[in-house]
């Protein structure tokens, strides 16, 4: 019995252990395959709601996770069924035809759990609906949190999340409710089958009990109990693969990008020389309809961009012949595949090789949709794209791809130069000579560990400017011979981008001989451009040269004509010059690098039982995330179980008692019941009278007991799961801005997704298996310390081991899972980058670096996840041998007591002995469970972290209702920092500001000018002074209201998933004719009168399926709708037009007239019709006073700026 006890668990656990191997294979495959597939995703399937980062990071997590536990007890599908047939046979041999009777609550039971596994699957497929669409707005409101926070909208999105997350904890509340059934069923079948054999088989084979029978088959029957207790799990994770797997099948069919990005020259030879070879007739050729996977399964598709120097470079372009860089003929162009309405429409145009060719037009002509139909990010319907047609006269490989700069700049979690080299060898002197051209090199000298500092997620420790400027320097650097520019110089001041467009574009990549395609509104550099591309509604309105342009349409000619001047005046007034540029941008990026560096030293300093608070080693910016050391802290179990709630935590805490001691005594009075049978002077009708009817009865409070205990099981445990997540969404809603700059979107996306989904739906298993076990344990210890007391003196040295295993185990399993989820962020935070960046990669071709860092991170939280496996099939072999020794000693103990001394009956024995052969595999569950437990705790500890994170203040005193009623802003000797534990921004500010008045405010850029308006918002919070508006102090009133009093168009324009109507009406306050009036004058009205459903057309994730010019206007029409007394604008006309700024300029002015305005503007031209001018530099006003007084004044700050470039 001792050997055959060790190699029972030995066996079982190398099982298990090789089980999770396949598990963790498969797991790690799911998550590779979903990674490729985004990375072959059409865009349109992103950006048109189809597929949500919310619902892919899922696949990622939750469907990948799910295919794992099912293949770690996948052996449980046959091995229950073939210990069920065993264990039948053996039944027969003790008790006949009873045995078919216990068979009959099987086949009774059995049918159950098949119809609530198949319920399961429904409910389940409910909750991943619901989670699916919970993480998308999650993301969403993350994503967007600065712009919500302005308009104090988060409370209202948060609702919205707790609506979505509503549903969802009612289908969990249904799919827990279903596994709480099948436990009782299995829990209760034990039982009911005794019941059954027991009392039937006095009648059938008119026999009485006797302990040889009856124990020998208690023994058979508990032996039942365990894979019964895991049928519902299984069940559970079966049922959650069956559904992962029509989720995947959704997804991985899910519409691919075209190819038309993989750029391959194609190679001639001259007449007088050979025939070429089948490779070097090769052409990229794309037609419409070929809609051919990005990735091939030889892996060809991902070969490696190799280093080229300039002169290399310039070396392939020596005496060649060339007609055109690309050619698309007859194309029209459409999202999403099963659009057969063209974007763009009748696209005919070659782009000449090695020359600038530059595309222009208003808000929504088409532009940026342009150059994603040359990078296949769009459906071709009809034409086709040809690239290249230059001749080599050499037979060096080409180089692959296009060289590509977005709107909006995307940058990497990663150092500065990794984001300028993008994957290419490093070389010295290319690198400093694009550092120069992109006048990056002084920004470079401030950072702590020079361009080796991590500039943080999206780039968050630099500016819009800066950003721009690094996605510039990344084409330049790049040896594509295509470069695609996306309106770079919008984020950029005049003269910096005057230096930008000299230096860079025209010195750098034209001398070079490289196609350049320019996207831009600055017109005053169109007679650079040997080509000028004229874009309106979809269509090529023009294309040619300058000169072509003045003679073909005069009219034409002459409109650009004044948008040139007016873009030259801008420039002549605009406030910086090259130099002063580079010193704005490096004073902010100055601010920014000290303010990171002292949040992490404090925050190190103020959190030492933490490892990993963001270090404040050099260059290391990034807040990293924490972990926690020693075991979970009992705070985060009493904050669990005040979250249970403590009426459901002891009721199903002491309903298991209860059920363990129903059933012991149970077990006991069936140990009379036999010891009676061995009575000759009792017939079997007289003992089944006194013993069947009480045993009845325990059987029944069994079954009582066994409701109370999974009922109460359910609503603890769905109690906790969801207070503790509305606790955390709440919490971080109200986080400080500074909260979410330094804490990366995917490490946050992994407490809303792996470790809520742990809490939701884990912990309900763990939690209920450990307190069954532990009141197994016990009661076993019990039993078997009243049938031989001396089983407390063997048993004592052997917990103790037992004991000294199970601390060592968890300790170490502990630190284990803690490395398991904190390596398993960085895996998010990539794939979150990635699919932020993917038009990006696809246009370099960098999918195979990305992938490679994406295996590399899933290794590494491999390689915690497997020892932690590995830790498991140890502990199973150090309880099996401890087990099989409690077997061993018990065992010779009760014989030795029967047979020698005669103390005890063999009724005793056989209960004593059933109750022994439990005891490994209750050592292991109850040890393994503990250190489950404790582990899944983990993901508790981390919700509660940010369930604890401070927040911002937001209660106060209501203002009046009208409020504001007339617009007057007072500040008095104002200091703002962003965090108490650093420098100010704002010294000492004191100005006022009268109703109606119309402010501008310029100033270099890190001198202070958003932090005051930021301050009048209350995102940053003044530490000295205060601020009044209308004879109110902001400071007292609640933060909601003041936000949603006023009105601001920030720079960065977002748009949330919904329709037109909610994104400028999201409370549903206003008429439509007062939602046509805003559009109306935020110049949108004709466009959204085009759509079939005019206001309630979608809007898709992140406003993706409108320009980045068209998102600004619906941020204008936001403020308009508002009709606030106040209104912020920073920079808000950034990505717009010339022709469109200037009318948006006029119908401001007369649809604010009487309201105060205050305007921060890169380009002085912007606020020069302002009553006043205010000058700001580190952080002072250090001019305030109306535009023609400083004008007037030559020795003011003011005058100076707008003379700099004259």
Same mark, same amino acid.
Request: aromatic share 8%; proline share 3%; with cysteine.
């Given at each position: 019995m001792f050997l055959a006890n060790i190699l029972q668990y030995f066996s079982h656990q190398q099982n298990l252990y090789l089980s999770s191997v396949i598990g963790i294979h498969i797991r790690t495959s799911l998550q590779t395959m979903v990674y490729d597939k985004a990375l072959r995703l059409s865009s349109y399937s992103i950006s048109g709601g189809s597929m949500t980062l919310g619902q892919i990071t899922n696949h990622m997590s939750t469907d990948a996770f799910n295919m794992f536990y099912f293949c770690q007890r996948i052996h449980y599908l046959w091995a229950v069924p073939f210990r069920l047939i065993t264990i039948t046979t053996l039944l027969y041999l003790q008790v006949d035809l009873a045995t078919f009777v216990g068979l009959g609550t099987i086949l009774i039971v059995?049918?159950? =759990? $098949?119809?609530?596994?198949?319920?399961?699957?429904? *409910?389940?497929?409910?909750?991943?609906?619901n989670s699916d669409e919970r993480l998308k707005q999650s993301n969403e409101m993350l994503l967007g949190i600065k712009l919500l926070k302005m308009y104090g909208w988060e409370e209202m999105f948060c609702k919205a999340i707790e609506a979505v997350r509503k549903l969802e904890m009612a289908s969990i509340f249904s799919y827990n409710g279903y596994y709480s059934f099948n436990l009782l069923v299995v829990q209760f079948t034990p039982t009911l089958m005794n019941l059954a054999v027991f009392t039937s088989y006095p009648y059938i084979t008119g026999k009485t009990l006797e302990p040889n029978t009856t124990f020998a088959a208690l023994s058979l029957m508990n032996l039942l109990l365990e894979p019964m207790y895991f049928v519902?799990?299984?069940?559970?994770?079966?049922?959650?693969?069956?559904?992962?797997? +029509?989720?995947?099948?959704?997804?991985?069919?899910?519409?691919?990008?075209?190819?038309?990005?993989?750029?391959?020259?194609?190679?001639?030879?001259?007449?007088?020389?050979?025939?070429?070879?089948?490779?070097?007739?090769?052409?990229?050729?794309?037609?419409?309809?070929?809609?051919?996977?990005? #990735?091939?399964?030889?892996?060809?598709?991902?070969?490696?961009? #190799?280093?080229?120097?300039?002169?290399?470079?310039?070396?392939?372009?020596?005496?060649?012949?060339?007609?055109?860089?690309?050619? /698309?003929?007859?194309?029209?162009?459409?999202?999403?595949?099963?659009?057969?309405?063209?974007?763009?429409?009748?696209?005919?145009?070659?782009?000449?090789?090695?020359?600038?060719?530059?595309?222009?037009?208003?808000?929504?002509?088409? *532009?940026?949709?342009?150059?994603?139909?040359?990078?296949?990010?769009?459906?071709?319907?009809?034409?086709?794209?040809?690239?290249?047609?230059?001749?080599?006269?050499?037979?060096?490989?080409?180089?692959? %791809?296009?060289?590509?700069?977005?709107?909006?700049?995307?940058?990497?979690?990663?150092? =500065?130069? !990794?984001?300028?080299?993008? %994957?290419?060898?490093?070389?010295?002197?290319?690198?400093?000579?694009?550092?120069?051209?992109?006048?990056?090199?002084?920004?470079?000298?401030?950072?702590?560990? %020079? !361009?080796?500092?991590?500039?943080?997620?999206?780039?968050?420790?630099?500016?819009?400017?800066?950003?721009?400027?690094?996605?510039?320097?990344?084409?330049?650097?790049?040896?594509?011979?295509?470069? $695609?520019?996306?309106?770079?110089?919008?984020? $950029?001041?005049?003269?910096?981008?005057?230096?930008?467009?000299?230096? %860079? /574009?025209?010195?750098? #990549?034209?001398?070079?001989? +490289?196609?350049?395609?320019?996207?831009?509104?600055?017109?005053?550099?169109?007679?650079?451009?040997?080509?000028?591309?004229?874009?309106?509604?979809?269509?090529?309105?023009?294309?040619?040269?300058?000169? !072509?342009?003045?003679?073909? !349409?005069?009219?034409?000619?002459?409109r650009w004509q004044q948008d040139v001047i007016a873009a030259t005046d801008s420039e002549l007034s605009d406030c910086l010059s090259g130099e002063e540029s580079a010193a704005d941008e490096r004073a902010l990026l100055r601010r920014r690098v000290t303010e990171s560096l002292l949040k992490s030293q404090t925050e190190q300093s103020m959190n030492k039982s933490t490892l990993g608070v963001e270090e404040s080693s050099k260059g290391k910016l990034i807040q990293t995330e924490e972990l926690a050391r020693g075991s979970v802290s009992t705070n985060t179990y009493w904050y669990y179980v005040r979250n249970m709630g403590m009426f459901w935590a002891i009721s199903f805490i002491f309903a298991y008692m209860l059920m363990e001691a129903f059933n012991v005594a149970r077990n006991f009075w069936l140990s009379d019941w036999a010891e009676a049978g061995l009575d000759q002077n009792r017939t079997v009708g007289d003992i089944n009278q006194q013993y069947v009817s009480p045993y009845i009865g325990f059987a029944s409070a069994c079954l009582v007991v066994a409701m109370v205990m999974t009922t109460s099981l359910l609503f603890s445990t769905w109690n906790a799961a969801k207070d503790v997540y509305l606790r955390m969404l709440r919490n971080i809603t109200k986080a400080p801005n500074r909260f979410f700059d330094t804490t990366p979107i995917g490490r946050i996306l992994n407490r809303f997704s792996s470790d809520t989904q742990i809490i939701d739906t884990k912990l309900i298993i763990t939690l209920g298996s450990l307190v069954y076990c532990i009141w197994n344990f016990v009661f076993i210890l019990i039993v078997n310390s009243i049938i031989t007391p001396i089983f407390i003196a063997e048993v004592i040295p052997i917990v103790g081991?037992? /004991?000294?295993?199970?601390?060592?185990?968890?300790?170490?399993? +502990?630190?284990?899972?803690?490395?398991?989820?904190?390596?398993?962020?960085?895996?998010?935070?990539?794939?979150?980058?990635?699919?932020?960046?993917?038009t990006t990669l696809r246009a370099y071709r960098e999918q195979k670096r990305f992938f490679g860092t994406l295996l590399k991170r899933i290794d590494t939280n491999n390689t915690a996840f497997l020892y932690l496996q590995a830790a498991y099939g140890w502990l199973g072999?150090?309880?099996? /041998?401890?087990?099989?020794?409690?077997? #061993?000693?018990?065992?010779?103990?009760?014989?030795?007591?029967a047979t020698t001394f005669g103390s005890l009956d063999s009724s005793s024995v056989g209960l004593a002995l059933s109750y022994v052969l439990m005891v490994s595999n209750r050592l292991f569950n109850l040890v393994r469970f503990a250190a489950d437990t404790e582990m899944q705790m983990n993901p508790v500890e981390r919700v509660q972290y940010y369930a604890e994170v401070p927040t911002e203040h937001y209660g106060g005193k209501e203002p009046p209702s009208d409020w504001p009623s007339r617009g007057a802003i007072q500040i008095e000797h104002v200091s703002v920092r962003y965090d108490e534990t650093l420098p100010p921004v704002l010294q000492d500010v004191t100005v006022s500001v009268q109703p109606g008045e119309k402010v501008g405010i310029c100033g270099r850029t890190g001198s202070g000018k958003s932090s005051l308006t930021l301050s009048l918002l209350r995102i940053i919070e003044t530490f000295k002074g205060k601020i009044i508006i209308d004879g109110e102090n902001i400071a007292l009133m609640p933060l909601t209201t003041l936000r949603q009093r006023l009105s601001i168009i920030p720079q960065d324009p977002i748009l949330f998933t919904g329709t037109i109507r909610t994104n400028l009406d999201p409370i549903r306050s206003k008429s439509d004719q007062e939602l046509w009036n805003a559009l109306e004058i935020a110049q949108l009205k004709s466009i959204v009168s085009e759509f079939d459903l005019c206001l309630d057309t979608p809007v898709s994730e992140g406003g993706e399926n409108f320009s980045v010019g068209q998102r600004q206007l619906f941020c204008l029409a936001r403020a308009f709708l508002r009709n606030s007394r106040v209104l912020i604008m920073d920079e808000a006309t950034a990505s717009i037009d010339y022709s469109t700024e200037k009318l948006l300029q006029e119908v401001v002015a007369s649809a604010f007239k009487g309201k105060t305005v205050l305007t921060i503007a890169h380009r002085v031209s912007t606020i020069r019709e302002s009553d006043r001018i205010w000058v700001l530099s580190d952080g002072e006003i250090i001019e305030c006073d109306s535009p023609e007084n400083l004008l007037a004044r030559e020795t003011s700050e003011f005058y100076a700026m707008v003379q700099a470039n004259k």
């Open positions: 059995v049918p159950i =759990l $098949l119809l609530t596994a198949r319920i399961q699957s429904k *409910k389940q497929k409910h909750v991943m609906k519902p799990m299984v069940t559970s994770f079966l049922v959650n693969a069956f559904i992962g797997v +029509r989720r995947f099948e959704a997804f991985f069919t899910a519409p691919e990008t075209e190819r038309s990005h993989e750029i391959q020259w194609t190679e001639y030879f001259s007449k007088d020389k050979k025939k070429p070879t089948d490779h070097q007739k090769t052409r990229q050729h794309y037609h419409a309809n070929e809609k051919t996977p990005i #990735l091939h399964a030889n892996g060809t598709d991902y070969e490696s961009v #190799l280093s080229q120097t300039d002169q290399e470079a310039t070396r392939l372009t020596r005496g060649l012949k060339y007609t055109y860089a690309l050619k /698309i003929v007859n194309g029209d162009f459409t999202w999403g595949s099963d659009s057969s309405a063209p974007i763009l429409k009748n696209i005919n145009l070659e782009i000449p090789y090695g020359e600038l060719t530059m595309v222009i037009g208003g808000v929504g002509s088409g *532009k940026s949709s342009l150059l994603s139909a040359i990078l296949g990010e769009m459906t071709t319907l009809k034409g086709s794209i040809t690239f290249g047609t230059k001749k080599y006269e050499t037979n060096s490989p080409s180089s692959t %791809g296009v060289a590509y700069g977005a709107q909006k700049a995307w940058l990497m979690n990663a150092t =500065l130069r !990794d984001n300028v080299l993008f %994957g290419i060898p490093y070389n010295q002197g290319r690198y400093r000579k694009v550092i120069d051209a992109c006048a990056l090199e002084q920004d470079i000298d401030i950072l702590p560990a %020079g !361009d080796m500092t991590e500039i943080g997620e999206k780039g968050i420790n630099l500016s819009g400017g800066q950003k721009q400027r690094v996605s510039v320097a990344r084409t330049m650097y790049s040896n594509k011979p295509i470069v $695609l520019l996306d309106d770079p110089l919008s984020a $950029l001041d005049v003269n910096v981008g005057g230096y930008l467009f000299r230096e %860079g /574009i025209m010195g750098r #990549l034209r001398k070079a001989n +490289r196609t350049v395609v320019l996207v831009t509104h600055q017109l005053q550099y169109l007679q650079q451009a040997e080509k000028i591309i004229v874009m309106e509604e979809g269509q090529i309105t023009f294309q040619g040269n300058f000169d !072509d342009m003045a003679r073909s !349409d005069p009219e034409l000619y002459q081991m037992n /004991i000294v295993i199970a601390v060592y185990f968890i300790r170490s399993s +502990r630190e284990l899972q803690r490395l398991d989820s904190v390596t398993r962020s960085p895996v998010f935070a990539h794939f979150s980058e990635t699919l932020g960046g993917l072999l150090q309880m099996s /041998i401890c087990g099989g020794f409690i077997v #061993l000693f018990v065992g010779l103990t009760t014989i030795l007591q």
